[in-house]
């Protein structure tokens, strides 16, 4: 039975699917602020084997390389950036997806999100289709571990910033935390979700605060870790009326005037948090006419405290941003003689 964990007075209702951004304090924490978030170039991207058109997710697991989602492409690199191989599942069959979204990696499983018919796949590196599982809902993102799917919610089931999803029973076990209408309304935007594992934990924080919880995976009930300080990370109150969200403009408007969390590293040293930041200016078309938007990093203790805080102009693109033991990766784009290029590069810790 599916079990609520934290309860809460404000309902979030339906979030803007159509506009996306293309682009309690820790007391006694002593704070710095440095220009530049610190990357390092792991390699760029070779297309040996096919070109590499539009990638909208990026995946690394640990010791085999990383993924990444393009087109209708899964395509799986070695650390040399080296295309190893590929495949394209399109269609409408078995183990086919109808739009490839979002690819995420277990070992040697490979986990495919198809938004056209809301399930997941998995296949083996080769590609052999292996399992499939109906969710029913839009997702905003999602991580597969140990036989279960940590689904950062969207859609029909905004009801909870988490769910559990257990590929055994082919249910949702568990839903962790009613969110705001302010995240539900953030949801919109194109990045990935701020969910990490790490040492029995699952680890994740909303989209509209710097609020840290933790959920052990053998179960029970959530925890507050804590709030990283911030005074640049700001979000305005929408209220429970769904005004904003009904109304195009205004809701576009919200989107490049607020900032939202990126991405959740959790490591030995303790916490890396992502968030986008600053605010933008749009005409009446919606084209950005001032752009001010930064990605700021957030580097704190386990408990929260000795906060690092580092921003830059924002450079990388928000969908290929993800974690892994410990470490923040993301592709950077550039263009080359008229030629894309794409860069992984990594953020550790």
Not at 93 to 119: A, F, M, N, P
Not at 325 to 340: P, Q, T
Request: aromatic share 10%.
């Amino acid at each position: 039975m599916k079990k609520t964990i934290i309860a809460a007075s404000a309902v979030c209702w339906a979030v803007l699917s159509a506009v996306a951004l293309s682009f309690v304090s820790c007391k006694g924490s002593s704070r710095q602020v440095t220009a530049g978030i610190k990357s390092e170039a792991v390699c760029a991207l070779d297309e040996n084997l096919l070109l590499l058109d539009a990638p909208k997710s990026l995946s690394v697991v640990d010791g085999k390389g990383f993924m990444v989602a393009a087109g209708d492409n899964v395509v799986l690199y070695d650390f040399d950036g080296r295309q190893l191989s590929s495949f394209n599942k399109r269609g409408r069959g078995s183990y086919e997806y109808q739009l490839l979204s979002y690819v995420r990696g277990e070992g040697d499983k490979i986990y495919v999100w198809d938004s056209g018919r809301t399930s997941f796949i998995v296949y083996d590196r080769n590609g052999e289709g292996l399992a499939e599982y109906k969710y029913g809902s839009a997702i905003k993102d999602f991580l597969p571990h140990e036989g279960r799917l940590y689904i950062y919610t969207a859609g029909k089931r905004t009801g909870h910033v988490v769910d559990v999803f257990d590929m055994k029973s082919f249910a949702v076990v568990d839903s962790l935390v009613v969110p705001t209408p302010e995240h539900c309304l953030l949801l919109s935007n194109e990045a990935a979700a701020p969910m990490s594992v790490y040492d029995g934990c699952l680890y994740f924080m909303p989209k509209d605060a710097l609020d840290i919880y933790r959920w052990p995976l053998s179960g029970g009930e959530v925890s507050k870790v804590g709030t990283i300080a911030s005074e640049t990370f700001k979000v305005d109150k929408i209220g429970d009326d769904g005004i904003i969200g009904r109304d195009f403009m205004k809701a576009a408007r919200y989107l490049f005037s607020n900032s939202y969390t990126l991405a959740l590293s959790v490591g030995r040293k303790g916490f890396m948090v992502l968030a986008n930041e600053g605010t933008a200016e749009l005409d009446k078309s919606l084209k950005v006419t001032e752009d001010n938007l930064t990605m700021n990093l957030y580097r704190t203790d386990a408990k929260l405290g000795h906060l690092k805080k580092f921003a830059e102009k924002r450079s990388a693109d928000v969908r290929t941003i993800c974690s892994s033991d410990g470490k923040i990766y993301f592709l950077r784009h550039s263009v080359e003689n008229e030629n894309d290029r794409y860069t992984l590069e990594v953020i550790k810790d």
